[in-house]
Nanobody, 126 residues
């Protein structure tokens, strides 16, 4: 069964931190890549971070230097550390898996990730 289940969202003040986790079913944990997208109502989904089976990572320009993606191969979880949060980081964050590698620009397009979690809300107040 294909399953991605996010946890760890919440409400914090600007400058705060959060850690998102995603439990990934084994069948898709071995996908070429996994990552995180976010979406604000009325806007298109934005690629936040990507990690692939070669260990390559990539980040959206607005989060580079503040967010860090990692994976735990024993627990089959995908994590996203969010540091120095800003109000503009407020969004629903989705865990994804797909068959595209993270080098190059295609990783930030939602169309290349067929597997999605249900999302977790992150709210940052000023």
């Amino acid at each position: 069964q294909v399953q991605l289940v996010e946890s760890g969202g919440g409400a914090v003040q600007a400058g705060g931190t959060l850690r998102l986790s995603c439990a990934v079913s084994r069948g898709i944990f071995n996908s070429a890549s996994m990552g995180w997208f976010r979406q604000v109502p009325g806007k298109k989904r934005e690629g936040v971070a990507c990690i692939d089976r070669d260990g390559i990572t990539n980040y959206g320009t607005s989060v580079t230097g503040r967010f860090a993606i990692s994976q735990d191969n024993i627990r089959a979880t995908l994590n996203l550390q969010l540091n120095n949060l800003k109000p503009e980081d407020t969004a629903v964050y989705y865990c994804v898996a797909g068959n595209i590698y993270c080098s190059g620009g295609y990783w930030s397009s939602a169309q290349y990730f067929p597997y999605w979690g249900q999302g977790t809300q992150v709210t940052v107040s000023s």
